[in-house]
């Protein structure tokens, strides 16, 4: 199978993993004292996710590491690096060095797929009407895998329930025509390799829409654990790829448990 959308997957998934990762970046309205410093590790078994390489759509281990400090400068597997340059209670803007996760190369037919890359991203998020968070961020490859652009919005929400903290989220992602080649596209390469499909070059724009839930659940002090389930739908030209249409991966479903470790510095 080829793993082309596979990686086009990975590279979307970032809302799919614990709460606290999006919580830096997002402004949501605080529910405990800020903390100078904190760091979590941890780890679970995760469903259509695999930053490792392995196939997303089994079930494998997935380690998992975030840090922030004041709120500002912040780290972790989905999110690379990043810096609110304006951290206000109900405004975040900023910037991302963001990876892009690459995987296994399909050695039956041949096919590979884009190397491991990273973006820079700048984004901006403001908490509105009943606490709903919009925004979205725009950004580059740095690292010659597409040389193209890449853009992100969403609307989300944080809400105290009984069992935990949980976050919901709408989203829509797209990209130039070098991002959709480079994941969507068929090449003539691709074509001697596997010669039932046919070139494609498909344009850019819109290429998937989602929606996401994550529960962060805590275990005293120093654990959590957080929980997802999250849907994707692929659309556009991107839809129309020779890829998705042969491997029938239009709808995407993940979801996954993680344990984390917290060390909070106040």
């Known amino acids: 199978m080829s793993t082309k959308p596979l990686i086009a997957l990975l590279a979307a998934a970032a809302c799919a993993l614990p709460a606290a990762a999006l919580a830096q970046a ?3 309205k605080a529910i405990e004292a ?10 679970g078994p995760v ?8 196939d997303p759509h089994k079930t494998n281990f997935t380690f998992w590491g975030s840090a922030h400090w004041k709120g500002k400068i912040y780290a972790n597997g989905l999110d690379g690096l990043g810096y609110n340059v ?3 209670e109900t405004l975040h803007v900023g910037a991302q060095l963001r990876p892009r996760w690459g995987g296994p190369d399909d050695t039956d ?4 797929s884009p190397d491991t890359g990273a973006d820079l991203a700048v984004y901006a998020y403001k908490r509105t009407w009943k606490d709903f968070v919009v925004g979205g961020r725009i950004g580059r490859d740095v690292t ?10 969403s609307v989300s929400r944080q809400d105290v329930t009984p069992v935990g903290l949980l976050q919901s989220m709408v989203y829509a992602r797209g990209g130039d025509k070098n991002t959709n080649r480079t994941f969507y596209g068929v090449t003539a390469k691709d074509v001697a390799a596997v010669p039932s499909l046919n070139e494609y070059d498909p344009k850019g724009g819109l290429n998937q829409v989602g929606v996401a839930f994550l529960m962060m659940t805590p275990i005293g002090d120093k654990y959590a654990i957080g929980t997802f389930a999250n849907y994707e739908r692929i659309l556009g030209e991107a839809a129309d790829s020779p890829l998705i249409e042969r491997y029938g991966q239009q709808d995407e479903y993940r979801g996954g448990l993680i344990v984390v470790r917290r060390f909070i510095g106040r």
């Open 109 to 112: 037919s041949g096919i590979q």
């Open 86 to 88: 304006i951290n206000d």
């Open 26 to 28: 997002l402004p949501y």
């Open 144 to 153: 010659s895998v597409s040389d193209g652009w890449d853009f992100w919005g």
């Open 47 to 54: 469903y259509g996710f695999s930053p490792g390489g392995k």
């Open 34 to 43: 800020p903390s100078t410093w904190e760091v979590d590790v941890g780890g």
